[in-house]
């Protein structure tokens, strides 16, 4: 059997939202109603959508989040706890790939690396993953130094 490849940011991102999601007992409705609360016009098969596990999308869901989107996460997710009468507060990091790697764009950031970009501190690229080829994958894109 081949290596598992390393999950896209979107697809961690995904994943880390329909957790979220399942952990706080929140519907696929109740996210979709606090996005809609901040202006956006998001369904119940938006939500879906963005957390759907589409193989021929690259295990992505089939809408991406837009990075407006993903920096208002906590804002809909607060709105949403909200609705049961469970105010809680979400932060950016609550939504932090806890994979051990990503790719972003076909760079692959170690765990520490992506926490501190979410952050917003600086890097160094030698901190990076590999560029190498792993069998059975196309190699990642060098870091531009």
């Known amino acids: 059997m081949g ?7 979107d697809r961690a991102l995904a994943t880390r939202m329909a957790h979220l999601r399942a952990r706080e007992s929140l519907t696929l409705d109740d996210v979709a109603t606090g996005a809609r609360s901040l202006g ?35 804002m809909i997710f607060e709105r949403a706890s909200a609705i049961h009468h469970r ?10 790939p806890r994979d ?21 501190s600086s ?10 080829p792993r069998v059975g994958r196309a190699p990642e894109k060098p870091l531009a130094r």
């Not at 765990?111 to 979410?118: F, H, I, N, P």
């Not at 890097?123 to 190498?132: A, F, M, Q, R, V």
């Open 87 to 96: 105010p809680r507060t979400f932060t950016l990091d609550d939504f932090r």
């Open 123 to 132: 890097i160094n690229p030698d901190l990076l993953g590999h560029t190498e």
């Open 100 to 120: 051990d790697e990503v790719s972003i764009a076909g760079v692959v950031i170690p765990r520490g690396a992506v926490q501190a970009l979410m952050r917003g």
């Open 40 to 74: 956006l016009a998001w369904t119940r098969a938006t939500v879906w959508a963005i957390e759907k596990v589409d193989v021929r999308s690259g295990g992505r869901g089939t809408k991406r989040l837009s990075v407006g989107e993903f920096l208002l996460l906590p």
């Open 3 to 9: 290596e598992e490849a390393v999950p896209t940011l």
